[in-house]
T-cell receptor, first 113, second 114 residues
Framework: QQQVKQSPQSLIVQKGGISIINCAYE??????FPWYQQFPGKGPALLIA?????SEKKEGRFTISFNKSAKQFSLHIMDSQPGDSATYFC????????????FGSGTQLTVLP | NAGVTQTPKFQVLKTGQSMTLQCAQD?????MYWYRQDPGMGLRLIYY???????DKGEVPNGYNVSRLNKREFSLRLESAAPSQTSVYFC?????????????FGEGSWLTVV
């Protein structure tokens, strides 16, 4: 049972463009939504995270948009750069008994120079 | 800046063989985790240790055992490897088990079972 659905599976964007990755969740108990970035041959690293009490969080060129009623959240990468080429994972967890992170299936982003 | 270190990096096993993946963190973290990563499936939690002396099953524990040797070290053992266990394994740690604490991942161990 996939509790966090991520799309698209792959994304190609021109340098300077906007990259958008979407995730949808089913468990209404989720209350923490991080995004991880993974380069080839490396482990995932936390990029940015949001709690559901805000609708948007921005850190540099990276923004999370959160829609609690639709149970969706997305990552926007502004002015995408070739160095942003990586696999991005959304995730979700809750502060209740099941505090495990549930990951999406990943999006492979390629930013063309 | 070692962070989370896991060994070996690559391993090929024959079906039925056993092996242990080693993991150590130098950040004085209380919680440690083992994940597996398969194409198109993201990362799935195998086992975790919320604090030294405790271990619990995650989403996909079958076929694995773990040992929290001390606060720094958390090992994953495959007693009788199967081809379905071919995967990339990641050890990770966080300051505590509480939601919101950053989870730091190692660089992964590529395991092939033939």
């Amino acid at each position: 049972q996939q509790q966090v659905k991520q799309s698209p599976q792959s994304l190609i964007v021109q340098k300077g463009g906007i990259s958008i990755i979407n995730c949808a969740y089913e468990n209404t108990a989720f209350d923490y939504f991080p995004w991880y970035q993974q380069f080839p041959g490396k482990g995932p690293a936390l990029l940015i995270a949001i709690r559901p009490d805000v609708s948007e969080k921005k850190e540099g060129r990276f923004t999370i948009s959160f829609n609690k009623s639709a149970k969706q959240f997305s990552l926007h990468i502004m002015d995408s750069q070739p160095g942003d080429s990586a696999t991005y994972f959304c995730a979700a967890s809750n502060t209740g008994s099941a505090r495990q992170l549930t990951f999406g299936s990943g999006t492979q982003l390629t930013v063309l120079p | 800046n070692a962070g989370v270190t896991q060994t070996p990096k690559f391993q090929v096993l024959k079906t039925g063989q056993s092996m242990t993946l080693q993991c150590a963190q130098d950040m004085n973290h209380n919680s440690m985790y083992w994940y597996r990563q398969d194409p198109g499936m993201g990362l799935r939690l195998i086992y975790y240790s919320a604090s030294e002396g405790t271990t619990d099953k995650g989403e996909v524990p079958n076929g694995y055992n773990v040992s929290r040797l001390n606060k720094r070290e958390f090992s994953l053992r495959l007693e009788s490897a199967a081809p379905s266990q071919t995967s990339v394994y990641f050890c990770a740690s966080s300051e505590t088990w509480e939601v919101g604490h950053t989870i730091y991942f190692g660089e992964g161990s590529w395991l092939t079972v033939v």
